[in-house]
């Protein structure tokens, strides 16, 4: 062969080399997992979260692979144990869960109503019995029918939708619960579509077996339009809510009992997303775009004092535990770390997802994700948010204890499950139960964990 057929040839295979590179880099989606039955321990080293590396800002383009020196497998009774299943009937704007009281049947032996007779088989004497009602506190959930507004309610443990009020706002697009369920704040376009109304409503105090009337009337008021982001006190008991006068941004507290409001935060930044992990701390981080540097801020609403936590980050999104002191993060590659701001370091968990596909667990010692099995190579998480891309969802748990990552459920592998894309996780009291809306439909779901 010519030396200059042979340059040619040598020419031909690098550009068959780079296309097909090219190809398979930027074009095939990427399994998100290693193996979807296992669990992996990626802090084992330093608990809680292991090695540490930098501090306030990641490398943005630091691809992080996963770490499976330490997987452990489910047990089968664990698996058992978890149950999947549909709450509504209905696509919801929102959700709350919190504590009713109900009647439970137990039987007194001690009672003179007679209702059935046994035998002492020792005695040969008859044992009176009778049926006797008495309560149990149990988790119940208050959600609201996005096309209606009209609000329903079941119990946790046994579903049993039942409409609780008559108000009616056609389309509504998000809806939050407070006070323990006894208020309720709607948010929904004006017929201009173009300005955003803000409902406060009071839900009528409900009496013990009286769970089924459908006409309770809620009253209320409306905030300022044009509100851009509102989130709920821990306790439940007030709302941050930020709206934009000239070119600030106001943030408030409103008390939902009392009505009284505070203002707590000034910003000529008018680009906030807010967070309420504890009465001490508000966090505001900057909506995120793929291509801008993100921050995140902590403000107390009693001192108003206002300290940067997170700076730098392309694409961030984050998620508070209670405790204040770690916060969960992702950047524009979704890759999700944890940030402890008493050591200031940061340690990759070693998934991708969004922080809001996250809950964090009362003692914040455990987190469960929805984490979805593929992603496609494009601008996270604005492609995301667009509606551009859509995921299918795993539920992951992370204890911060001992360093176990585990992925816990395949929603598509149980029976009368589908495919899921998980948004606003949420727990219960006792960590029985979590709920999430699967964002292709906006169906609320239900998950036993024990």
Do not use: H
């Not at 590179?21 to 321990?41: A, G, I, M």
């Not at 017929?191 to 409900?206: A, M």
């Not at 339009?225 to 934009?244: G, H, M, Q």
């Not at 291509?291 to 001192?303: A, H, L, R």
């Amino acid at each position: 062969m010519s030396k200059r057929n042979l340059i040619l040839l040598i020419i031909i295979l690098v550009i068959i080399i780079t296309g097909a590179f090219w190809y398979f880099y930027f074009y095939q989606s990427v399994n998100q997992n290693v193996n979807n039955t296992e669990n992996t321990n990626f802090f084992g080293n330093f608990l809680p979260f292991g090695k540490s590396k930098s501090t306030t800002s990641p490398n943005n383009n630091e691809n992080q692979s996963t770490d499976i020196s330490g997987y452990e497998s489910i047990t089968e009774e664990e698996t058992l144990n978890i149950k999947l299943e549909k709450v509504s009937s209905f696509p919801i704007a929102g959700y709350e869960i919190f504590i009713k009281e109900r009647y439970k049947e137990t039987t007194n032996p001690q009672q003179t109503t007679k209702e059935t007779e046994s035998l002492d088989i020792i005695s040969n004497i008859p044992i009176l019995e009778t049926n006797t009602l008495s309560t149990e506190l149990v988790p119940a959930l208050r959600y609201v029918n996005k096309a209606t507004g009209n609000i329903y309610q079941t119990f946790a443990d046994k579903i049993d939708e039942r409409k609780f009020s008559s108000l009616t706002i056609p389309r509504v697009y998000e809806a939050f619960f407070g006070n323990k369920g006894e208020s309720v704040v709607m948010r929904y376009l004006k017929t201009d579509n173009k300005t955003i109304e803000t409902f406060v409503g009071t839900l009528p105090k409900e009496f013990l077996g009286a769970d089924s009337s459908e006409t309770n009337e809620i009253k209320g008021s409306f905030l300022p339009e044009n509100i851009s982001d509102i989130s709920v006190s821990p306790d439940t008991s007030k709302i941050f809510y930020l709206f934009n006068i000239e070119d600030n941004a106001i943030g408030i507290t409103l008390s939902l009992s009392t009505n009284t409001k505070v203002q707590v935060f000034n910003s000529p930044f008018t680009e906030w997303l807010s967070f309420w992990p504890n009465d001490k701390m508000i966090t505001l981080t900057t909506k995120p775009s793929a291509n801008i540097p993100g921050f995140m801020y902590i403000t107390n609403p009693e001192t108003k004092d206002f300290n940067k936590i997170l700076s730098g980050i392309n694409g961030l999104t984050t998620l508070t535990s209670p405790s204040g002191k770690l916060v969960l993060y992702s950047n524009n590659n979704l890759s999700l770390s944890v940030f402890n701001t008493d050591t200031k370091e940061s340690s990759s968990i070693g998934l991708k997802t969004l922080p809001e596909k996250c809950v964090w667990g009362t003692a914040s010692d455990v987190v469960y994700c929805a984490v979805p099995k593929y992603t496609n190579r494009v601008e996270y998480p604005d492609s995301w948010y667009q509606g551009e891309v859509s995921f299918s969802d795993e539920i992951w748990k992370v204890d911060t204890t001992n360093g176990n990552t585990i992925m816990i459920l395949d929603p598509l592998t149980i029976k009368d499950g589908e495919e899921v894309d998980a948004i606003k996780l949420d727990l219960d009291e006792n960590q029985n139960y979590l709920f999430f809306v699967n964002k292709k439909d906006s169906y609320l779901w239900k998950i036993n964990l024990k």
